[in-house]
C-alpha cells in the first residue's frame, strides 16, 4: 500500500508561480516512476511530467520549459514546480505511483490561473 498526500496548489495570476508537493507514505522503497496529471473542467485527464528513481524527466510538450519536476528521495518527496503559469494550466492537478500493477493517486490540488 501506498498514500500519497497533496499539498500546494491556489489561485494564482497568469505569469505567476505555483508549487505542488506530493508526499508518499507507506511502501515507499517499492516507488520508481511518480508522475504528475493534471484534469480542467470538462477535459479529459491528461499526464503533465513525471519523474523516476534515477531522476530521469520528462514533460507535456505544452509545459517543457515552464514546469520543473523535482524529487527528495530522503523526504518521499515530489514537487512540481509551475512558472510562467497560463490559463489554460488551470486544472485540477494529481499525483500518481504506480507499485506491483496498481496505481496510487493524491487526492487532487486545484490550480486556478486568472488572466
Known amino acids: 500500500q501506498v498514500q500519497l498526500v497533496q499539498s500546494g496548489g491556489g489561485l494564482v495570476q497568469a505569469g505567476g508561480s505555483l508549487r505542488l508537493s506530493c508526499a508518499a507514505s507507506?511502501?515507499?522503497?517499492?516507488?520508481?516512476?511518480i508522475g504528475w496529471y493534471r484534469q480542467a473542467p470538462g477535459k479529459q485527464r491528461e499526464w503533465v511530467a513525471s519523474i523516476n528513481g534515477g531522476g530521469y524527466t520528462d514533460y507535456l510538450a505544452s509545459v517543457k520549459g515552464r514546469f520543473a519536476i523535482s524529487r527528495d528521495n530522503a523526504k518521499n518527496t515530489v514537487y512540481l514546480q509551475m512558472n510562467s503559469l497560463k490559463p489554460e494550466d488551470t486544472a485540477v492537478y494529481y499525483c500518481?505511483?504506480?507499485?506491483?500493477?496498481?496505481?496510487?493517486w493524491g487526492q487532487g490540488a486545484q490550480v486556478t490561473v486568472s488572466s
Open positions: 500518481v505511483t504506480w507499485v506491483l500493477g496498481r496505481d496510487y
Open positions: 507507506g511502501r515507499t522503497s517499492s516507488i520508481d516512476v
